[in-house]
């Protein structure tokens, strides 16, 4: 299984970029990579997903290298209301390993 | 269109009873996922349905937990005998292309 490593917590203010960074050295050729975002009491929602080079939609960026043991979601201009768990997953069918999750705390 | 629902929402039973949790995936989606969060924690892969077949089991934790899932649709988790350790918040999620996951609002299960 691909086992994903980020950062336990991390600190911003708004109107500032966050990237957040998980490592996924074992990603099989199959896998994509996605990131969730979760808020207390509530289940995790989707935010974006790539295989390889860039993504970006409305909400962030997704930046996978040509080795892809790792990505990086950037989320530009933070407001307070990005506070919350934000989760790197990596597979697909049958790999289903979530990462520990970084803890996103915005301040005014 | 619905997303997916759970229930009940919150559930507090006794050591050593069972409990049955419901997950509604969205209407369509094939794979069908089964999570528990404990307090603080990262999710943790329960189970995983493609239809009504579960090729993966490895996540459940022990013989007390099983599922199903009937019509391609609706899935069942039950934990048999329940123990303090089995408290947490369980998560259903579906997805139609495999990848893109929908999570439910999720049940409390307490053990007292």
């Known amino acids: 299984l691909a086992k994903t490593t980020q950062p336990i917590s991390m600190d911003s203010y708004e109107g500032q970029e966050v990237n957040i960074t998980c490592s996924h050295n074992?990603?099989?050729?199959?896998?994509?990579i996605t990131w969730y975002q979760q808020f207390p009491s509530q289940g995790p929602r989707f935010i974006i997903q790539?295989?390889?080079t860039k993504v970006t939609n409305e909400v962030a960026s997704l930046f996978i290298p040509a080795d892809r043991k790792s990505s990086t979601l950037s989320l530009p201009r933070v407001s307070l209301s990005d506070t919350a768990v934000y989760y790197c997953?990596?597979?697909?069918?049958?790999?289903?390993?979530f990462g520990t999750g970084t803890r996103l705390l915005v301040s005014p | 269109g619905a997303g997916v629902s759970q229930s009940p929402s919150n559930k507090v039973t006794e050591k050593g009873k069972d409990v049955e949790l419901r997950c509604d995936p969205i209407?369509?989606?094939?794979?069908l996922y089964w999570y528990r969060q404990s307090l603080g924690q990262g999710l943790e892969f329960l189970i995983y349905?493609?239809?009504?077949?579960?090729?993966?089991k490895s996540g459940l934790p022990s013989d007390r937990f099983s599922a199903e899932r009937t019509g391609g649709s609706v899935s069942t988790l039950t934990i048999q005998r329940t123990q303090q350790e089995d408290s947490a918040v369980y998560l259903c999620?579906?997805?139609?292309?495999?990848?893109?996951?929908?999570f439910g609002p999720g049940t409390r299960l307490t053990v007292t």
């Open positions: 997953f990596v597979g697909g069918f049958q790999k289903l390993v």
């Open positions: 790539g295989y390889k």
């Open positions: 349905f493609q239809g009504n077949s579960a090729p993966d």
């Open positions: 074992n990603i099989a050729t199959n896998d994509y």
């Open positions: 999620a579906s997805s139609l292309d495999n990848y893109e996951q929908y």
């Open positions: 209407s369509g989606h094939t794979a």
